[in-house]
């Protein structure tokens, strides 16, 4: 019997599909993170050529029931990894198939995030920059350009207001040199910290001279970063901890940018900041120069300064690049010389020095390599130089008060510096367990060589910035000269590790072993005079030391975090400061140094409080605690003619205690938080430092319970910053109590003004700016009310004795940007 073919058509379609419904099959997957193993849940697996989508699970686990038997193409993507297509065969046995995706850790170009209109105060760093660590220690950013401040002359007191307890001296019109210290920290060219361009030191010698006489620009400066004291383990051992100026980056999306800045001021101020910038293919470069000069507030205080910058960098593969940057700065400077108390009283702009002279001469050399290892690891190689010079040229008697005379020879000191260094930071985020969060290790070594060479002696006569020696035999005008070479090396091996506890705690311990070879040799000279000055007899001795030394440092430290923006924090670190070359051998007229000086140990301790409520408050509110042991400091003695001196020795043991704090409000945002302020902003801040430093042990009569040298009770700054659309002004009080400077608390210096307390002073600072597209002026007026105060007590150079802070003054700024 013939069946019609419409039946036949309909067998043949039944068969047909019984065939495929008997070849298709299903399939199970698990998606796992490479390196962590981790399950990745949230992945989207599609099969191409067909309609299918599949998401894993918490597991990793996924499922796609019916798929036809024989080989398919798979295509896996999940936001927090690199996608993946593949193909694979069915399994006929119904098994689990592995997928692993690598973690998707691209290195993308900068993105500028605007803050709120009106919010100006400090930012924090996070637990792990680049690598770094900081996880639980205190620390501050601060971002210039936020700011409405003087920035052409590095005004240090407008630009760290907002970081809580520093106390910082004021010894130039010009912001050529930084000095800032804190916690009981001398100031002197902010040699208790660990200061860094880039991440590179900056400083003569970081051990043996750790002094800066190089500071960056502020105009071309992206962020500062202060970790205080807890930093000892990553970034050298001092008790500061680390002062970081992060320089401008090439301008990412720009073949070529340029900025021109030019400022004048009161007293023949002139400042000119000039800047280009770009990226050409993977090569992006960076460079700007900058002169300034000015007369200063007081007679005989002339300066030139020039200061040069270049940033090159190479991005060969998206995870290795290449960078060099080369600094140069000199400048030449008249030094008024210090005053008497009672010079100062009856005329604080008054200057007896017309032949004193300081010059610098810096150049900076750095070479880096990053590497992305893998999604989780990061190589960082620093190579860094410094070939530098200062000089040091006046006539610096003991009696502040003493006219010069053109007749007389000038005490000259020159300084030659030739260090180099290598830096490598191993940084590597791993799992723990089956958690959710990751942990992070820091391992750190670096090799450091030093080399010093200071020369004191005999200068010309005359009026000129002549640096020659001369003289009889090269003999002083006080009381020697000396020749010395200072070698120096050092080999630090570091590591740190954040474990995370859960979501909200995190413990960082950290270690780091430190070997110190320190080496003098040279010979220096007495001159042994009459009554009358003459000289009786010469002497000169022949010296060598070497002191080589290592030693283990350790910390903690323990964050807990309830909510996402609020964090108590605590740590403790030790710290150590090994004596310097200045401390091993100088001659001064002012000083005299104990030649058993031993090196300075302790810790620090911090515990507080930070965060943020809604958009309209930032507060960090902290405790801390620095101990002292073997502090180096200085009292105030006598010669064999009754003349006061300062004796520079190991003090005793010192413990320094305070509370730390910084508050912001945003005022529209904090009446009216549901509503947009508009084109308005109005801000507030206020930072307040309550401390108390005491000498709690000491073999010097009268110092035991005497306050801890450079500790104002209370360090108040606070300020507003208004603005409506383009417009923004802004007004500053700083005020520091009472504070001395030696063990002694000694009130008065006598004749020559060394030592001696440190009057409580009040200073106002206001500033304003305008800007709209390329053009943006600005005007300040530093030390509004024309106080009158001073904030350093000069034990040499640029004094000796007291250096007044300037009067009333004002500067303009006019910058394009195109």
Known sequence: MRLPVYSVALVVSVLTSFTAVAQQAGLQGRVREAGTNLPVAGCEVYVRGSRQIARTDSAGLFTIARLPAGRQQLQLSSISHEPLKTEIDLPADGSIVDFTLARRERQLKEVVVAAPQGRFGPQRLREVEGTAIFAAKKSDVIVPDNLVANLATNNARQVYARVAGLNIWESDQGGLQLSIGGRGLDPNRTSNFNVRQNNYDISADALGYPESYYTPPVEAIKRIQLVRGAASLQYGTQFGGLLNFELRAPEPDQTVSVVSRQTVGSYGFFNSFNSVSGTVKKLSYYAFAQYKRGDGWRPNSHFDAKTAYADVRYQFTENFKVGAQVTHMDYLAQQPGGLSDAQYAADARQSNRERNWFAV?????????????????????????????????????????????????????????????????????????????????????????????????????GRGADFRFVGPEGVTFANGFSDFEFPNQNVAAFAENIFYLNDQVSVTPGVRYEYIRTTSRGSYGTVIRDNAGNIDAITQTNEQRLSPRGFVLGGIGISYKPVETREFYGNISQNYRSITFSDMRIANPSAVIDPNLQDERGFSADLGLRGEQGQWLTYDVSLFALQYGNRIGEVQTYDAADRVLRRRSNVGRALILGVESYAEVDLLRALRPTVEPGRWSVATFGNLALIRGRYTQSEIVGVKGNQVEFVPDVNLKAGARTGYGPFKGSIQFTHLSKQYSDATNAEQGGISAVVGRIPAYSVLDASVSWERRWLKLEGSVNNLAGAVYFTRRATGYPGPGILPSDGRSFFLTAAVKW
Not at 421 to 432: K, P
Request: charged letters at 15%; hydrophobic letters at 35%; aromatic letters at 14%.
């Open 361 to 461: 001469d810096w150049n900076l050399f750095n070479l880096s390599a990053d590497w992305k290892l893998t999604p989780q690891s990061n190589l960082n190689v620093l190579g860094f130089g410094l070939r530098a010079t200062r000089k040091s040229l006046g006539f610096r008697p003991n009696q502040v008060a003493l006219p010069d005379n053109d007749t007389y020879l000038r005490d000259l000191i020159t300084g030659e510096f030739q260090n180099y260094g290598v830096e490598a930071r191993y940084l590597n985020r791993y799992a723990l367990g089956s958690g959710s969060k990751s942990g992070v290790l820091l391992l750190g070594a670096r090799y450091y060589h030093g080399y010093n060479h200071s020369v004191q002696g005999f200068g010309p006569a």
